[in-house]
């Protein structure tokens, strides 16, 4: 976006500010020196963030939230998580959150209120790149504003991402390798893991078949020793690159694994599409079905959405039901 477009916008949103009497909430006229900053580069732009921010705004449902918790900053405001999980919070983060104020949107789940944060007095706006773009002038006006982009495959994209930009890189690099030898040691208990098909019921009678390369789950068990099937070159469907393939209800035949391992949302869509899934005329034909094991995860906390804590979750859920089948 050219300097000029940003500059007027910026004094545009500030006159606005201003009218509302917002505006002395963000900047006084004897408002103390400026803090020393870092350059941070991001999605959207370079952005001066201050050394040590201390009241961090998170605008984004897709692990901002859960990912400064972990690097050990509790932020004042962040947009809630209740059109997708009934929730304001993800369970796993929802009593260290206790204290987060919970932001009003201006039109979809995404779309901040300015005034909302604006209120808040921020010195630092973390938010997704999609959710954000369209605002980013007006909230770069606010406060010191970073676009963190979302990997649905890898939760420590984000964080990377998030720690970045409050320099705190050794804490997520922490908080990864804890994660990572928890994650060796708990899938070790499964012994010989054999063949595996992971699926998610997205609705509308469609189901996603996913490979290493397209979930966490998926390439958990494939590093522990499990083969994932089927495979993207054997599988009848439309692939999405190499991480899934699109199947209807007459190719459900194609989970052959030994074990199934079954993501699905939470919320009524989820419900439905889980029944979708268990209700198809083939499920009950399946090789794993019969046998009895069948795995069930959050697919929210799955892809990242609820951060690393949420990977735990799903690491325990994994693991503790996967023993339970082991002893049948």
Known sequence: MPSTVLDATRREFLAILATSGLLTACATADQPTAPATRTVRHPLGTTEVPLTPTRVVALDRRAA??????????????????????????????????DVAILPVAGNADDPNLEAVAALRPDLVIGWTGGIEEKYPALSAIAPTVAVDVDFTDASVGLHAIAAALGREAEAEAVIGAFDERRVARLKELG????VSVVLSIGGQQFRIYQPTGSSVARWLAAAGGRIVPDIASSTGEPYGDEHVLISPENIGQLTGDTIVVMHNTGAAGEVALAELEGSPLWPTLPAVRAGRVVKVNSQASVGSYGFQGYDSVLDALVDQWTVLGTR
């Open 192 to 195: 010989e893991i054999g063949e």
């Open 65 to 98: 939230l859960p990912h400064l918790l972990a690097l050990g900053v509790t932020p004042v405001g962040a947009l809630t998580y209740e059109s997708i999980i009934g929730t304001p919070f993800p369970p796993g983060v929802a009593e260290q959150a206790r």
